[in-house]
């Protein structure tokens, strides 16, 4: 049984931290799915490399109030899809040939599915039928999440794995997840995407662009209702107005039909049967703790099936790290890349040990139109009797807004009526993932919102006018004093 210094499970952002400075440690690395893990292969990466082709298709409809009349003439949908996963199956191949190879000489990389068997020691089944037994004296649990498939008749699913329905044999509902839905072999007349969530809005954004017939299931009264209550109501209206969006709505059967699926489902006027070539299961991802049977090295699990982590990112076991998905709050890769920074100096100072920062994480929605947040939401402040003032701020009216013609999209700001330190931010309309950075470096620097509006020029007419303007709108705040 090999005996290593330092364990890694998951090649996403814990692939990350073997470098020079662990060069003369004996390192794993276990890795049962691709390498560069969910963003690369499945996630942010390629997602956005059909967002940005999608958003292209879809630009002649914002063209009619600007004089531009332009139609869509077709899709290359294999040209799409095999541009995109020519170049990330060329970085996962790379990635895995360079921890292999002689340039990680102290590395040895097992490609199969590890899970712990007693205190620090895992069991590998490996992809080539074999096994392996690994002992180490740290790990780092880097194993990210995988896709939900709800309790749904007909779509019956071993927990933990979505096949791909053309290898399901099981006579089920075909169906797709987020983690095959990008390399369908042909391009569907017509989708049903079952969830409320960013993924499904994203894909819902992609598909209705490209011309298909898009369907979108929620159980909620709004989609995206994680998301400030302002901005949730406008992105489903604007949804609405785009595909067929069934809200307080369940699906209570699935069934093949013929080349594609056909299911029962109940909302608000009673029950109604919907049928498409594709369905996509878009209902939210888990950890992979439980996968891992963690409890048997004696890591906790949360209710939530995270591994339970410090501010240090170290489990209640000694030498035992996590990082992403697999134990963090916010499954989003810019999170994980952080808590890699700081695990990987905490490996290699545990004499000076780091905490991660998680008090303002920002996120995006990139959809059309875009979504992006930071800090609380204004519900958030009022159930909590947090007193806050806040400012809206219309894209329609600043310059760059008023060019474009643009209607009903806005920055929210939330502000410290006393300190002027600002306590949220949320956008939705043109490039709002872009537009509310100057707001996230305010806040990890607090600097307060009049200082930030006042004290630097904005280039005049950019869509940056928004966040001036906005934080121009707030209130002076009461307390004078520099904040500390």
């Given amino acids: 049984m090999p005996h290593f210094d330092l364990v890694i499970i998951g090649t996403g952002s814990g692939n990350s931290i073997p470098g020079p400075e662990f060069a003369t440690w004996s390192i794993a690395i276990i890795e049962d799915g691709l390498f560069g893990g969910t963003c690369l292969n499945v996630g942010c990466i390629p997602t956005k490399m059909f967002v940005h082709p999608a958003e292209l298709?879809?630009?002649?409809?914002?063209?009619?109030?600007?004089?531009?009349?332009?139609?869509?003439?077709?899709?290359?949908?294999?040209?799409?899809?095999?541009?995109?996963?020519?170049?990330?199956?060329?970085?996962?191949?790379?990635?895995?040939?360079?921890?292999?190879?002689?340039?990680?000489?102290?590395?040895?990389?097992?490609?199969?599915?590890?899970?712990?068997?007693?205190?620090?020691?895992?069991?590998?089944?490996?992809?080539?039928?074999?096994?392996?037994?690994?002992?180490?004296?740290?790990?780092?649990?880097?194993?990210?999440?995988?896709?939900?498939?709800?309790?749904?008749?007909?779509?019956?699913?071993?927990?933990?794995?979505?096949?791909?329905?053309?290898?399901?044999?099981?006579?089920?509902?075909?169906?797709?997840?987020?983690?095959?839905?990008?390399?369908?072999?042909?391009?569907?007349?017509?989708?049903?995407?079952?969830?409320?969530?960013?993924?499904?809005?994203?894909?819902?954004?992609?598909?209705?662009?490209?011309?298909?017939?898009?369907?979108?299931?929620?159980?909620?009264?709004?989609?995206?209702?994680?998301?400030?209550?302002?901005?949730?109501?406008?992105?489903?209206?604007?949804?609405?107005?785009?595909?067929?969006?069934?809200?307080?709505?369940?699906?209570?059967?699935?069934?093949?039909?013929?080349?594609?699926?056909?299911?029962?489902?109940?909302?608000?006027?009673?029950?109604?049967?919907?049928?498409?070539?594709?369905?996509?299961?878009?209902?939210?991802?888990?950890?992979?703790?439980?996968?891992?049977?963690?409890?048997?090295?004696?890591?906790?699990?949360?209710?939530h099936g995270r591994v339970v982590v410090d501010k240090f990112q170290r489990t209640r076991v000694e030498g035992i790290f996590a990082l992403g998905d697999v134990s963090s709050h916010y499954q989003l890769k810019h999170v994980a890349n952080h808590e890699a920074r700081v695990v990987k100096h905490n490996l290699a100072k545990p004499e000076a040990p780091k905490s991660s920062d998680h008090r303002f994480v920002p996120a995006a929605v990139f959809t059309d139109p875009q979504i992006a947040s930071v800090g609380i939401t204004e519900d958030h402040a009022i159930k909590a009797g947090i007193a806050h003032a806040v400012k809206v701020q219309q894209y329609g009216d600043i310059a760059a807004g008023w060019a474009r013609e643009d209607s009903g999209h806005f920055l929210k700001v939330l502000a410290d009526p006393a300190t002027g330190l600002l306590l949220g931010a949320h956008a939705i309309g043109p490039e709002a993932a872009t537009v509310i950075q100057p707001l996230i470096q305010a806040m990890h620097f607090g600097q307060t919102a009049h200082d930030v509006a006042n004290k630097q020029y904005w280039i005049h007419p950019a869509l940056s006018e928004l966040v001036e303007n906005a934080l121009l709108g707030l209130p002076e705040p009461t307390n004078q004093t520099e904040p500390t």
């Fill in 57 to 303: 298709a879809d630009a002649g409809r914002h063209g009619a109030p600007l004089g531009i009349d332009a139609e869509l003439k077709s899709v290359d949908w294999p040209g799409i899809r095999d541009r995109i996963f020519a170049r990330i199956d060329a970085i996962e191949a790379g990635g895995r040939a360079y921890r292999e190879g002689p340039e990680c000489p102290n590395i040895t990389v097992f490609s199969g599915r590890g899970r712990f068997t007693a205190a620090k020691t895992v069991h590998v089944d490996l992809h080539d039928g074999g096994t392996a037994q690994v002992t180490a004296d740290r790990f780092v649990l880097a194993a990210g999440s995988h896709a939900v498939v709800p309790s749904v008749p007909g779509l019956a699913a071993a927990p933990g794995e979505t096949p791909a329905p053309d290898v399901r044999g099981d006579g089920g509902a075909p169906f797709h997840t987020s983690d095959t839905i990008m390399r369908l072999a042909h391009f569907p007349a017509s989708m049903v995407i079952l969830g409320g969530g960013y993924i499904a809005a994203e894909f819902a954004h992609v598909f209705s662009s490209f011309g298909v017939k898009v369907t979108q299931i929620a159980r909620g009264k709004r989609l995206l209702k994680s998301q400030d209550a302002d901005v949730s109501a406008q992105f489903t209206q604007e949804a609405a107005a785009r595909y067929d969006v069934l809200l307080e709505t369940t699906v209570s059967n699935a069934a093949r039909a013929g080349d594609g699926v056909e299911l029962v489902v109940n909302g608000p006027t009673g029950p109604r049967t919907l049928r498409a070539d594709v369905l996509l299961v878009a209902t939210g991802r888990r950890p992979n703790g439980a996968g891992l049977e963690v409890e048997k090295t004696g890591v906790e699990l949360d209710g």
